[in-house]
């Protein structure tokens, strides 16, 4: 038969492959498909991958020293009292001023601190009150604090006390009013909260026990302000100290979460703290 050119639409006859064959073109193919996927996902890694942040050690603002000296002590994994021994170093090794008389107290500033390898106590520490310094050893904290009769380290104490008895800026300030306001009438301040810091604890319930410890820090019995800050406070209370509203207040209480009451008559206070203790009362019994 005479040979005849196939139609170029007649299915042609194709080769069969083996199945050796078959696995061979098979396993080209995934290699092929393997490195069309690597190479695009090469590109989008960066060449120099980003440095891992170090971890951190966040310092809540009103925490005592004692308070911050432990946490430093968790944060790098040092024994106990580690901090405390650094922070007994003298007083040029750490930067506080001559006012603070060595004590860190109210130096420790309220921040939130890198430890990159290598922290020591000491260090972070220094940190801490170098970073105070920028905040409150400026001119301008120097020049209020006489506005309102006191030096720098004197706010600085009328701070803390605002801080721990006040949870909100408005309070705070009206809490230095109640301060200042009683420094002038040579009143005692009668603040629970430097009886708290005496007996290393920290309550709302004072007894009458309580107010008759021996003690600088007992402003029941004694006036003026107590000898150093009585925590580590943060720029709102500093701002509260120094700038507090107009006001002829005397006493305060906080009856409820978010209820502070402030006046000037003595009766009236004594009625709300009436009202104190019987929610005190009633919280117990439930």
């Known amino acids: 038969m005479p040979y005849r050119p196939s139609s170029p639409y007649a299915p ?4 069969r492959l083996t199945r050796r064959g078959r696995r061979a073109v098979l396993a080209g193919a995934l290699l092929a498909l393997a490195a069309a996927i690597a190479v695009p996902l090469l590109l989008l890694l960066p060449r120099d991958r980003p440095a891992i942040p170090p971890p951190t050690l966040l310092v809540p603002e009103g925490r005592r020293a004692a308070q911050v000296y432990e946490a430093v002590d968790r944060a790098l994994a040092l024994p106990d009292g580690a901090a405390r021994e650094a922070a007994a170093t003298p007083a040029a090794a750490l930067g506080l001023p001559a006012a603070a008389g060595g004590n860190p107290e109210g ?10 390898e290598g922290t020591t106590a000491e260090g972070l520490l220094r940190y801490m ?3 105070a310094a920028r905040h409150f050893g400026t001119p301008a904290i120097a020049e209020a604090a006489r506005a309102q009769g006191l030096d720098p380290y004197q706010a600085l104490i009328v ?8 949870d909100t800026p408005d309070d705070m300030a009206r809490v230095a009013r109640v301060v200042h306001n009683r420094l002038a009438r040579d009143m005692p301040l009668q603040m629970d909260s430097t009886l708290n810091y005496a007996l290393g604890r920290s309550t709302v319930d004072t007894t009458l026990d309580d107010t008759r ?6 402003t029941y019995a004694r006036t003026g302000l107590p000898p150093t800050p009585i925590g580590n406070p943060g720029d709102q209370a500093m701002t509260a100290a120094l700038h507090p509203p107009a006001g002829d207040w005397l006493y305060f209480v906080t009856v409820a979460p978010g209820d502070t009451r402030f006046t000037a008559d003595y009766a ?9 203790n019987e929610r005190r009362r009633q919280e117990r019994t439930q």
């Open 129 to 131: 009150v170098a970073t």
């Open 107 to 116: 130096y420790l500033f309220p921040a939130t601190y890198p430890l990159p």
């Open 268 to 276: 009236t206070h004594q009625a709300n703290v009436a009202e104190f």
């Open 213 to 218: 410890i021996d003690g600088p820090y007992n």
């Open 12 to 15: 042609r006859r194709r080769p």
């Open 159 to 166: 701070a803390s006390i605002a801080q721990a008895e006040a």
